[in-house]
Protein backbone atom coordinates (compact mmCIF):
# COMPACT_ATOMS: atom_id res chain seq x y z
CA UNK A 1 0.00 0.00 0.00
CA UNK A 2 2.57 2.54 1.22
CA UNK A 3 4.91 1.47 -2.15
CA UNK A 4 1.61 2.49 -4.21
CA UNK A 5 1.58 6.03 -2.88
CA UNK A 6 5.20 6.63 -3.73
CA UNK A 7 4.71 5.23 -6.54
CA UNK A 8 2.17 7.37 -7.75
CA UNK A 9 4.00 10.43 -6.60
CA UNK A 10 5.79 11.11 -9.98
CA UNK A 11 2.15 11.70 -11.67
CA UNK A 12 1.30 14.45 -9.16
CA UNK A 13 4.52 16.34 -9.98
CA UNK A 14 2.92 17.90 -13.00
CA UNK A 15 6.38 16.97 -14.80
CA UNK A 16 7.31 14.02 -16.95
CA UNK A 17 9.00 12.17 -13.81
CA UNK A 18 11.17 9.40 -14.95
CA UNK A 19 10.99 5.94 -12.82
CA UNK A 20 14.65 6.43 -11.50
CA UNK A 21 13.84 9.68 -10.05
CA UNK A 22 11.59 7.25 -7.19
CA UNK A 23 10.66 9.05 -4.56
CA UNK A 24 12.72 12.09 -5.03
CA UNK A 25 9.99 13.00 -7.64
CA UNK A 26 8.14 14.96 -5.25
CA UNK A 27 10.79 17.65 -5.62
CA UNK A 28 9.24 18.44 -9.03
CA UNK A 29 5.79 19.67 -7.31
CA UNK A 30 4.94 23.04 -7.67
CA UNK A 31 5.45 25.56 -4.61
CA UNK A 32 3.88 28.71 -4.86
CA UNK A 33 0.99 29.99 -6.09
CA UNK A 34 1.91 33.13 -8.06
CA UNK A 35 4.76 30.52 -9.98
CA UNK A 36 2.26 27.93 -10.54
CA UNK A 37 -0.54 30.22 -11.87
CA UNK A 38 2.21 31.55 -14.49
CA UNK A 39 2.54 27.88 -15.30
CA UNK A 40 4.75 27.37 -13.67
CA UNK A 41 7.16 29.76 -15.69
CA UNK A 42 9.51 31.01 -12.97
CA UNK A 43 13.15 30.67 -13.71
CA UNK A 44 13.42 34.55 -14.08
CA UNK A 45 10.55 35.46 -11.91
CA UNK A 46 11.60 37.18 -9.14
CA UNK A 47 11.23 39.54 -5.46
CA UNK A 48 9.36 36.76 -3.62
CA UNK A 49 10.65 34.42 -1.41
CA UNK A 50 9.09 32.14 -3.63
CA UNK A 51 12.42 32.60 -5.47
CA UNK A 52 13.70 29.57 -3.11
CA UNK A 53 11.97 27.19 -4.65
CA UNK A 54 12.32 27.85 -8.03
CA UNK A 55 15.31 29.77 -8.50
CA UNK A 56 17.33 31.25 -5.72
CA UNK A 57 19.02 33.97 -7.91
CA UNK A 58 15.59 35.56 -7.31
CA UNK A 59 15.93 36.22 -3.78
CA UNK A 60 18.54 38.99 -4.47
CA UNK A 61 16.06 41.47 -5.91
CA UNK A 62 13.97 41.04 -2.34
CA UNK A 63 14.55 44.54 -0.96
CA UNK A 64 12.58 43.51 2.55
CA UNK A 65 12.12 40.72 5.08
CA UNK A 66 9.06 38.56 4.11
CA UNK A 67 7.69 35.23 5.48
CA UNK A 68 5.50 32.87 3.35
CA UNK A 69 3.22 30.50 3.91
CA UNK A 70 1.93 28.06 0.98
CA UNK A 71 -0.68 25.31 0.81
CA UNK A 72 -1.62 22.68 -2.07
CA UNK A 73 -4.12 20.01 -1.78
CA UNK A 74 -3.47 17.46 -4.98
CA UNK A 75 -5.08 14.24 -5.73
CA UNK A 76 -2.71 12.44 -3.55
CA UNK A 77 -1.07 14.21 -0.80
CA UNK A 78 -1.59 17.84 1.11
CA UNK A 79 1.96 19.90 0.44
CA UNK A 80 2.90 22.76 2.77
CA UNK A 81 6.19 24.93 2.10
CA UNK A 82 7.11 27.91 5.01
CA UNK A 83 9.70 30.08 3.72
CA UNK A 84 11.49 33.76 4.70
CA UNK A 85 14.45 35.71 3.78
CA UNK A 86 16.31 38.60 5.45
CA UNK A 87 18.14 41.04 3.38
CA UNK A 88 21.49 42.08 4.69
CA UNK A 89 22.31 45.43 2.36
CA UNK A 90 25.13 44.44 0.57
CA UNK A 91 26.33 41.02 1.78
CA UNK A 92 23.11 40.09 0.21
CA UNK A 93 19.79 37.85 1.41
CA UNK A 94 19.91 34.90 3.51
CA UNK A 95 16.61 32.78 2.94
CA UNK A 96 15.17 29.78 4.62
CA UNK A 97 12.59 27.03 3.32
CA UNK A 98 10.99 24.07 4.58
CA UNK A 99 8.54 21.67 1.88
CA UNK A 100 6.10 18.84 3.44
CA UNK A 101 4.14 16.82 1.22
CA UNK A 102 1.64 14.94 3.90
CA UNK A 103 0.55 11.48 2.17
CA UNK A 104 -1.48 11.10 4.85
CA UNK A 105 -2.36 7.61 6.67
CA UNK A 106 -3.40 4.48 5.74
CA UNK A 107 -4.47 1.12 8.15
CA UNK A 108 -1.95 -2.00 8.09
CA UNK A 109 -4.54 -4.59 8.24
CA UNK A 110 -3.69 -7.86 10.18
CA UNK A 111 -6.67 -9.55 9.55
CA UNK A 112 -10.54 -9.03 7.33
CA UNK A 113 -11.49 -5.96 8.10
CA UNK A 114 -9.19 -5.50 11.36
CA UNK A 115 -6.25 -2.95 11.78
CA UNK A 116 -3.26 -3.34 13.85
CA UNK A 117 -1.49 -0.30 12.78
CA UNK A 118 -1.14 2.78 10.44
CA UNK A 119 2.06 4.11 8.28
CA UNK A 120 2.20 7.96 7.40
CA UNK A 121 4.69 8.03 4.31
CA UNK A 122 6.00 11.76 3.82
CA UNK A 123 8.23 13.49 2.22
CA UNK A 124 10.73 16.93 3.71
CA UNK A 125 12.73 19.16 2.01
CA UNK A 126 14.92 21.68 4.18
CA UNK A 127 16.22 24.85 2.56
CA UNK A 128 18.94 27.58 3.13
CA UNK A 129 19.61 29.90 0.64
CA UNK A 130 22.06 32.67 0.11
CA UNK A 131 22.19 34.75 -2.81
CA UNK A 132 23.55 38.38 -4.04
CA UNK A 133 23.13 41.09 -6.82
CA UNK A 134 27.14 41.09 -8.17
CA UNK A 135 26.17 44.75 -10.27
CA UNK A 136 25.70 44.95 -13.73
CA UNK A 137 22.04 43.45 -13.77
CA UNK A 138 23.53 40.18 -12.45
CA UNK A 139 22.29 38.10 -9.69
CA UNK A 140 23.63 35.00 -8.24
CA UNK A 141 21.87 32.49 -5.98
CA UNK A 142 22.41 29.21 -4.40
CA UNK A 143 20.48 26.39 -2.37
CA UNK A 144 21.62 23.70 0.41
CA UNK A 145 18.66 21.09 -0.16
CA UNK A 146 18.43 18.30 2.65
CA UNK A 147 15.86 16.29 1.50
CA UNK A 148 14.00 13.06 3.17
CA UNK A 149 12.15 10.53 2.16
CA UNK A 150 10.13 8.87 5.03
CA UNK A 151 7.58 6.52 6.12
CA UNK A 152 6.49 6.15 9.91
CA UNK A 153 4.31 3.64 11.43
CA UNK A 154 2.59 2.77 14.86
CA UNK A 155 0.97 -0.29 16.27
CA UNK A 156 2.08 -3.62 14.38
CA UNK A 157 4.46 -3.06 11.44
CA UNK A 158 6.50 -5.65 10.72
CA UNK A 159 5.10 -5.65 7.72
CA UNK A 160 5.52 -1.85 7.07
CA UNK A 161 8.73 -0.97 9.03
CA UNK A 162 9.29 3.08 9.91
CA UNK A 163 12.47 3.82 7.26
CA UNK A 164 13.76 7.25 6.15
CA UNK A 165 16.37 8.01 3.54
CA UNK A 166 18.16 11.26 3.71
CA UNK A 167 20.22 12.93 1.38
CA UNK A 168 21.59 16.23 0.06
CA UNK A 169 21.13 18.44 -2.91
CA UNK A 170 21.86 22.00 -4.32
CA UNK A 171 20.08 24.28 -6.20
CA UNK A 172 22.23 27.08 -8.68
CA UNK A 173 20.83 29.98 -10.41
CA UNK A 174 21.44 33.16 -12.23
CA UNK A 175 19.87 36.20 -13.51
CA UNK A 176 20.23 38.71 -15.89
CA UNK A 177 18.69 42.01 -15.75
CA UNK A 178 19.60 42.95 -19.56
CA UNK A 179 20.53 46.82 -19.83
CA UNK A 180 19.95 47.11 -16.00
CA UNK A 181 16.27 47.35 -15.79
CA UNK A 182 13.03 45.32 -15.51
CA UNK A 183 11.89 45.19 -19.00
CA UNK A 184 13.98 41.92 -19.52
CA UNK A 185 14.94 39.87 -17.42
CA UNK A 186 16.82 36.53 -18.05
CA UNK A 187 17.05 33.51 -15.68
CA UNK A 188 19.05 30.00 -15.57
CA UNK A 189 18.54 27.61 -12.52
CA UNK A 190 20.26 23.93 -12.15
CA UNK A 191 17.55 22.29 -9.91
CA UNK A 192 17.75 19.22 -7.54
CA UNK A 193 21.39 18.15 -8.46
CA UNK A 194 22.54 15.67 -5.34
CA UNK A 195 23.35 12.39 -4.00
CA UNK A 196 21.19 9.75 -4.95
CA UNK A 197 17.93 9.20 -2.43
CA UNK A 198 18.61 5.71 -0.61
CA UNK A 199 15.90 4.10 1.75
CA UNK A 200 17.31 0.73 2.72
CA UNK A 201 20.56 -0.48 0.48
CA UNK A 202 22.54 1.50 -2.29
CA UNK A 203 21.43 -1.31 -5.05
CA UNK A 204 17.48 0.42 -4.43
CA UNK A 205 19.05 4.17 -4.38
CA UNK A 206 17.30 6.14 -6.61
CA UNK A 207 19.23 9.70 -8.33
CA UNK A 208 17.24 13.24 -7.81
CA UNK A 209 15.05 14.50 -10.65
CA UNK A 210 18.40 17.01 -11.78
CA UNK A 211 16.88 19.79 -14.10
CA UNK A 212 18.25 22.54 -15.90
CA UNK A 213 15.50 25.31 -16.61
CA UNK A 214 15.77 28.72 -18.35
CA UNK A 215 13.62 31.50 -19.54
CA UNK A 216 12.95 35.75 -19.51
CA UNK A 217 10.71 37.77 -18.37
CA UNK A 218 9.55 40.25 -20.40
CA UNK A 219 7.50 43.62 -19.22
CA UNK A 220 5.83 46.57 -20.64
CA UNK A 221 3.94 49.22 -19.11
CA UNK A 222 0.16 50.02 -20.15
CA UNK A 223 -1.23 53.77 -20.87
CA UNK A 224 -1.96 55.60 -17.35
CA UNK A 225 -5.31 55.34 -15.65
CA UNK A 226 -7.28 58.23 -16.63
CA UNK A 227 -6.64 61.38 -14.49
CA UNK A 228 -3.97 59.70 -12.51
CA UNK A 229 -0.34 58.72 -12.65
CA UNK A 230 -0.69 54.87 -11.83
CA UNK A 231 -0.26 52.19 -14.34
CA UNK A 232 -0.63 48.80 -15.12
CA UNK A 233 1.83 46.65 -16.20
CA UNK A 234 2.09 43.30 -17.85
CA UNK A 235 4.62 40.93 -18.20
CA UNK A 236 5.48 37.53 -20.21
CA UNK A 237 7.19 35.11 -19.30
CA UNK A 238 8.65 32.07 -21.11
CA UNK A 239 10.34 28.88 -19.37
CA UNK A 240 11.79 25.84 -20.70
CA UNK A 241 13.58 22.72 -18.98
CA UNK A 242 14.59 19.30 -19.21
CA UNK A 243 16.57 16.96 -17.61
CA UNK A 244 19.73 17.02 -16.85
CA UNK A 245 21.84 15.95 -19.88
CA UNK A 246 18.59 15.23 -22.14
CA UNK A 247 17.83 18.15 -23.87
CA UNK A 248 15.65 16.32 -26.50
CA UNK A 249 12.02 16.01 -24.68
CA UNK A 250 11.93 19.96 -23.65
CA UNK A 251 9.10 20.80 -21.23
CA UNK A 252 7.39 24.65 -22.12
CA UNK A 253 5.97 27.12 -19.87
CA UNK A 254 4.02 30.30 -20.60
CA UNK A 255 2.69 32.92 -18.21
CA UNK A 256 0.87 36.02 -18.12
CA UNK A 257 0.68 38.30 -15.17
CA UNK A 258 -1.29 41.88 -15.24
CA UNK A 259 -1.68 43.96 -12.46
CA UNK A 260 -1.42 47.40 -11.02
CA UNK A 261 2.09 47.14 -8.75
CA UNK A 262 1.72 44.72 -6.14
CA UNK A 263 -1.80 46.20 -5.17
CA UNK A 264 -3.91 43.61 -7.36
CA UNK A 265 -2.33 41.37 -10.14
CA UNK A 266 -4.36 38.64 -12.39
CA UNK A 267 -2.03 35.57 -14.04
CA UNK A 268 -2.67 32.95 -16.42
CA UNK A 269 -0.23 30.01 -17.77
CA UNK A 270 0.16 27.12 -19.53
CA UNK A 271 3.06 24.11 -18.50
CA UNK A 272 3.13 22.72 -22.27
CA UNK A 273 4.27 19.17 -20.51
CA UNK A 274 5.33 15.81 -21.68
CA UNK A 275 2.68 14.05 -19.61
CA UNK A 276 -0.87 13.82 -18.35
CA UNK A 277 -0.69 17.22 -16.32
CA UNK A 278 -0.40 19.45 -18.67
CA UNK A 279 -2.84 22.09 -18.85
CA UNK A 280 -3.79 25.66 -18.22
CA UNK A 281 -3.61 27.57 -14.66
CA UNK A 282 -5.42 30.75 -13.52
CA UNK A 283 -4.32 32.78 -10.65
CA UNK A 284 -4.77 36.21 -9.06
CA UNK A 285 -2.44 37.85 -5.79
CA UNK A 286 -3.82 41.25 -3.97
CA UNK A 287 -1.82 43.15 -1.33
CA UNK A 288 -3.14 45.12 1.52
CA UNK A 289 -0.61 46.73 3.33
CA UNK A 290 1.98 44.36 4.64
CA UNK A 291 0.21 41.17 3.90
CA UNK A 292 -0.01 39.44 0.35
CA UNK A 293 -2.57 36.60 -0.26
CA UNK A 294 -2.11 34.52 -4.04
CA UNK A 295 -4.49 31.70 -5.05
CA UNK A 296 -3.73 29.62 -8.39
CA UNK A 297 -6.15 27.13 -9.56
CA UNK A 298 -4.58 24.56 -12.29
CA UNK A 299 -7.00 22.54 -15.15
CA UNK A 300 -5.25 19.03 -16.41
CA UNK A 301 -5.31 18.30 -19.83
CA UNK A 302 -5.85 14.74 -18.60
CA UNK A 303 -9.36 14.03 -16.49
CA UNK A 304 -7.25 11.38 -14.66
CA UNK A 305 -6.15 13.97 -11.69
CA UNK A 306 -8.07 15.87 -9.54
CA UNK A 307 -7.19 19.80 -9.93
CA UNK A 308 -5.47 21.25 -7.19
CA UNK A 309 -5.75 24.82 -5.58
CA UNK A 310 -2.63 26.62 -4.07
CA UNK A 311 -2.92 29.35 -1.27
CA UNK A 312 0.02 31.36 -0.71
CA UNK A 313 0.12 33.91 2.23
CA UNK A 314 3.01 36.47 2.19
CA UNK A 315 4.01 39.23 5.24
CA UNK A 316 6.46 41.21 4.26
CA UNK A 317 8.05 42.86 7.28
Not at 55 to 80: C, K, Q, W
Not at 94 to 114: I, K, M, N, R, T
Not at 149 to 156: A, E, M, N, P, V
Not at 161 to 172: F, K, M, N, W
Amino acid sequence: MCAALFAATPSAAQETADPETGGGAFLLLPVGARSTALGQAASADWGTTESIFWNPAGLAMTDRHEVAVHYASTFISDNTALAGSVTAGQLGVLGFGAYLVDYGSQDVVGGPGVAVGRISPKNVELLATYATALGGGVAVGVNYKLIQLRQDCSGQCSAFPSVAGTTHGIDVGLQYAVAGSDALRLGFALRHAGFKLQLTNEGQADPLPTRVQVGAVYKILLPKLRGTDERFDARLLVDVDDEWGEYDDLDWRLGLDVGLRDLIRFRSGYAFLNSQSRGPSVGIGIRVGRIAIDLARVFFVSSNFDEPLHVSVRAIL
